[in-house]
């Protein structure tokens, strides 16, 4: 076991299955004191339970990051609890395709709401602990990954707002970038292509048939794989910010 992260404390949001639960594991498994974060607490329970029967520390804090309030008190529940943040990991994520002629708005109000608004909010209450973390003398630095898509490098036809969701993020993540970095707070967005979770399953029947018929990938990545690279980006030395990771299944790239 590689314990590059004892003493820090990582938040994970979407941490109740796929990406988010590897990686809360992966941070444990290197030392981290690991608070999951999402909707479903009996989720989140399961995920402590494991870090917990593998030796590890955790905290489930179920949360709507969509509501700035909620996503205000997770993070002081945090500090309130530990006294320090070292690590955010922004991976709460919603894709619903479809044309835009047409279009629920509902579906992309929620979609702006998760993936843009809920990492705005959980980054804005962060970035002052981590900003302290990054000048204290355990580790000198803090992180920030944003989990954005190949979706935020390439447009597709029935991806629209799912497009925009994922290069705002992009933008937003150079921005933040520019501005902390030099302050030892490492900002970093990672991009994947296919990957094994729930993330088709939130559309309708039409729409994920249609999915699998048409965008069927041989062998896509398993949440693992992105925990690996996560866990890669928040243990470099302190000299070393990984600013962008593109992560493609071999059968898609």
Do not use: C
């Not at 030392?31 to 999402?38: E, L, P, S």
């Not at 989140?44 to 996503?71: H, K, M, N, P, S």
């Not at 929620?110 to 970035?127: D, E, F």
């Amino acid at each position: 076991m590689d314990l590059k992260l004892t003493g820090t404390v990582a938040i994970v949001t979407g941490a109740s299955s796929g990406i988010g639960e590897a990686t809360a594991i992966r941070l444990a498994e290197h030392g981290a004191i690991v608070v999951v974060v999402a909707r479903r607490k009996d989720r989140l329970d399961a995920v402590v339970a494991e870090i917990a029967a593998a030796g590890g520390t955790a905290l489930a804090i179920a949360t709507d990051i969509t509501d700035r309030a909620q996503a205000e008190k997770a993070v002081r529940e945090v500090v309130d609890t530990y006294g320090r943040l070292d690590i955010l990991i922004n991976n709460a994520g919603l894709m619903l395709l479809g044309p835009i002629v047409g279009a629920d708005i509902d579906e992309w109000e929620r979609m702006i709401s998760v993936n843009q608004k809920g990492l705005l909010y959980m980054t804005n209450a962060a970035l002052p602990h981590l900003l302290a973390a990054a000048e204290d003398q355990l580790r000198q630095v803090a992180d920030i990954v944003n989990i954005s898509s190949i979706a935020g490098r390439q447009a597709w036809a029935n991806y629209g707002v799912y497009n925009m969701t994922k290069f705002g993020t992009n933008g937003f993540t150079e921005a933040l970038r520019q501005e902390v970095t030099k302050k030892h707070v490492r900002v970093g967005v990672l991009e994947p292509g296919a990957v094994n979770t729930e993330l088709v399953s939130h559309n309708n029947d039409a729409i994920t048939s249609e999915l699998a018929a048409s965008n069927a990938i041989a062998e896509p990545l398993e949440p693992g794989d992105i925990a690996d690279s996560i866990a890669y980006m928040v243990t470099r030395p302190r000299r070393s910010s990984i600013a962008e990771l593109w992560a493609m299944p071999t059968s898609q790239a």
